[in-house]
């Protein structure tokens, strides 16, 4: 009975790298949600997919954060030319076709050094 | 501009006690709100919901209260046992989803059980 999977857990960047973090949805979810957590704060939506489409991305900073689910193959959040304000954990969570649950993965922590 | 909120950052509790953690919110709109409890380094669980159209949901040791009028829900446990130390989210769903899977978060209450 797999979950929402994520990888990598745990993931350092020097500023100016790259970060990609992939998000596989459970079994049978064809919806896909990336959350980000700064800390000590809560949860913010960043997100919404479906398979090749991207539904609403009014939580993505404008510019360097971008999504995609492709037809096959995991969903996948890059963030390009990291900064120190980067780093938190960036939570995927899926669902059926809409429902009221959505059950979250484990988390990718991300540290920007 | 924060539409759920969870005023209080941390809870403790004596172990078979009743948890109380509280959750307010500000758009009349929502009409299906959750509850989810998080473990360091893991990602939420869901544990709990509730539609607009109740106002109660009870589940084994775990019931929420939703006072529309007021736009204020609560989540009981009792009783309460240490492996329910964690931090609690509250969260809303945005009714443009209709129901679905873009949440609006709380900040979080931790709550401590002691033995």
């Known amino acids: 009975n797999a979950g929402v999977m994520q990888n990598p857990r745990h993931l350092v960047r020097r500023r100016g790298q790259e970060a990609r973090l992939r998000c596989s949805p459970m079994?049978?979810?064809?919806?896909v949600y990336w959350y980000r957590q700064l800390p000590e704060e809560g949860l913010k939506f960043m997100v919404y997919l479906q398979k090749e489409n991207i539904i609403d991305e009014s939580g993505m900073p404008k510019e360097r954060f971008s999504a995609e689910f492709p037809k096959e193959g995991p969903s996948i959040l890059r963030i390009q030319q990291v900064v120190r304000g980067d780093s938190a954990a960036y939570f995927c969570a899926s669902s059926p076709p809409p429902q009221n649950t959505i059950y979250f993965g484990e988390g990718s922590w991300l540290t920007v050094v | 501009d924060q539409q759920v909120k969870q005023n209080s950052p941390s809870l403790s509790v004596q172990e078979g006690r009743i948890s109380i953690l509280n959750c307010d919110y500000t758009?009349?709109?929502?009409?299906?709100f959750l509850w989810y409890k998080k473990y360091p380094a893991e990602g939420p669980t869901f544990l709990i919901s509730i539609s607009s159209i109740k106002d109660k949901n009870e589940d084994g040791r775990f019931t929420v209260f939703l006072n529309k009028s007021a736009k204020h829900l609560s989540l009981h446990i009792v009783p309460s046992q240490p492996g329910d130390s964690a931090v609690y989210f509250c969260?809303?769903?945005?009714?443009?989803?209709?129901?679905?899977?873009?949440?609006?978060f709380g900040q979080g209450t931790e709550l401590s059980v002691k033995p």
């Open positions: 969260a809303a769903s945005d009714p443009i989803y209709n129901q679905g899977g873009k949440l609006i």
């Open positions: 079994k049978g979810h064809s919806h």
């Open positions: 758009n009349s709109m929502f009409d299906y």
